[in-house]
């Protein structure tokens, strides 16, 4: 989640600065056609984006499958039967439309270089991933596009996995990784700011006291889990 908000955020910091030194000159016509493409391939963007999130839900959208095994079957519909894996390859396709906006050459080769990776990533971390945990032996004609829809509960046709009760103040539980997560954050925010603004050197105190929690207590857990059966 963290790495999807950086990767927007450094994107729209780069369109603002190359807004604000100047777009290049061009005639009416060209602004005219330029922008409306630009603002249609943006719009489309979201819309992908938004269709596939519907289709396989926050747990698949966040990568739930890589950290947590749940049982399930594949299905794929709605946006998924009119482009392969659209989160990856029409769900960009604001990058394109941002660059004809702007009418920007770096931006273009920026958003060129960007969706790369994410196509890199795609063939090379995300469809291996899929194929190990859920296979493709249900049909014989499905793609391994079809896998990036993980159904657990069955809705209409759409497939979705359930993940109700995983983070809330709710439904309190000390086994669930969301909850702990949430309570710990709360606690900290209301802690720390009740007795003022923190300083830089706190700030970094805070920073490594949570990198040492991180990398020494889940490592230790983990270990556990994988040794002891936790």
């Not at 947590?68 to 392969?84: I, K, S």
């Not at 960009?92 to 994410?118: C, E, N, P």
């Not at 709710?170 to 802690?191: D, H, I, K, W």
Request: with cysteine; charged share 10%; hydrophobic share 55%.
């Amino acid at each position: 989640m963290v790495v999807l908000a950086n990767d927007g955020l450094t994107y729209i910091v780069l369109t603002v600065a190359i807004w604000l030194k100047g777009l290049a000159p061009a005639g009416v016509f060209a602004t005219v056609v330029s922008s409306t493409t630009g603002l249609a391939l943006c719009v489309f963007s979201i819309w992908s984006k938004a269709a596939a999130h519907d289709c396989v839900g926050d747990f698949a959208w966040y990568w739930g499958d890589f950290f947590f095994v749940m049982e399930g079957e594949l299905t794929f519909a709605g946006v998924y039967d009119l482009f392969p894996h659209p989160m990856y390859t029409v769900g960009y396709s604001a990058y394109y439309g941002i660059s004809l906006i702007t009418r920007s050459y770096t931006l273009l080769f920026v958003s060129l270089v960007a969706h790369a990776g994410q196509l890199i990533f795609l063939f090379v971390v995300e469809e291996p991933h899929i194929q190990k945990i859920y296979g493709d032996d249900d049909s014989a004609d499905m793609s391994p596009a079809a896998a990036l829809v993980a159904a657990g509960v069955e809705d209409g046709g759409v497939g979705k996995v359930s993940v109700d009760g995983m983070v809330g103040l709710g439904r309190p539980s000390m086994f669930r990784a969301g909850n702990v997560a949430l309570y710990t954050m709360v606690a900290l925010t209301v802690g720390i700011f009740a007795f003022g603004r923190p300083s830089a050197a706190a700030a970094v105190v805070y920073m490594v006291a949570w990198r040492v929690v991180q990398w020494g207590g889940l490592g230790w857990v983990l270990k556990a889990q994988a040794e002891e059966g936790w």
